[in-house]
């Protein structure tokens, strides 16, 4: 399963867009869980590592995808030195050391296992462990946050109201143009100029989402983007190679997503 836990001294750079850093505090000291939505490249990740590393907290991440079970984030029975020896999963671990714990993609993971995250989203704050009989009770350090992308392909997928009247929500967005200039230039070290076309390109392209494209760039390719600019790579390629390829399969997209970017990225 893919989880990690970091424990970052310094919290990263992030750019805020809204209030959302308070809104976080706040949420963390009343104990609630939060919930997170939007799309994909958009900052959640980073915002959440920022949030841990403010409040000085761990923080344990867990990619959910479509066979993830209960077992996975709570723990398990293993076979070692001929006895059972019983592992704790990555929400367990995060509960016991009063962790933040991340569940990214929620909507990905099956029914039965957003149902071990009720008792531990409510004011009962709880996580009973079935197979050894233990019930966990978190202290005020462990917090819940979940994220998923709202796109169309999760219409169908969403989360039960019983799940996500637990949470307290925000909605994420791409930054708008000056933010997102400035998450370019203290990401990559670009000129200003340069992050300034790259936002110009997103905002060109991202006004042909629903048309021609499932989705919006990224602010994580527009990155990528000045990343390669930045250590040599020629505008076009590197608009080709981290935007355009990545956002379409197909051959007439990509020649006019191109036209796009040379009209964007002309000096
Ligand atoms: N507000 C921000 N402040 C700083 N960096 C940002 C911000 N938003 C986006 N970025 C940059 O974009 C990259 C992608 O962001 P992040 O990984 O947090 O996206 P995400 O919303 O978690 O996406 P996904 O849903 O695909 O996991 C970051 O690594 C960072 O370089
Ligand atoms: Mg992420």
């Known amino acids: 399963m893919l989880s990690d836990v970091i424990n970052l001294e310094q919290p990263p750079f992030y750019q805020p867009q809204n209030n959302e850093v308070v809104i976080f505090e706040h949420a963390y000291k009343n104990q609630l869980p939060l919930l997170i939505k939007g799309p994909t490249g958009c900052g959640k990740t980073r915002f959440i590592e920022h949030m841990a590393a403010k409040l000085n907290r761990p923080l344990y991440t867990v990619a959910c995808h479509d066979d993830l079970t209960a077992a996975d984030l709570v723990g398990r029975h293993l076979i070692g030195d001929g006895e059972m020896i019983w592992q704790d999963g990555p929400l367990t671990r995060a509960v016991r050391e009063g962790a933040i714990c991340y569940l990214d993609e929620i909507v990905e993971a099956r029914k039965d296992t957003t149902v071990v995250l009720h008792p531990l989203s409510d004011d009962r704050r709880m996580l009973p462990i079935e197979r050894t009989g233990e019930t966990l009770r978190a202290p005020p350090g462990f917090m819940l946050v979940i994220s998923y992308n709202p796109g169309y392909q999760n219409l169908l997928k969403g989360l039960k109201p ?17 933010l997102e200039r400035t998450i370019i230039e203290n990401e990559s070290g670009v ?76 000096d």
Request: proline share 2%; with cysteine; hydrophobic share 50%.
């Open 191 to 266: 000129s200003r100029a340069t992050a300034q076309q790259l936002v110009e390109l997103a905002q060109a392209l991202r006004s042909l989402q629903g048309v021609d494209l499932e989705e919006g760039v990224s602010t994580r390719l527009l990155v990528y983007c000045a990343g390669l600019i930045a250590s040599g790579l020629d505008t076009l390629s590197a608009a080709r190679a981290a935007i355009i390829e990545p956002l379409s399969d197909d051959a007439e997209t990509i020649a006019a997503l191109y036209q796009v970017a040379e009209a964007c990225l002309a």
């Open 162 to 178: 019983s799940t996500r009247q637990r949470f307290v929500a925000m909605s994420f967005d791409y930054p708008d143009a000056a």
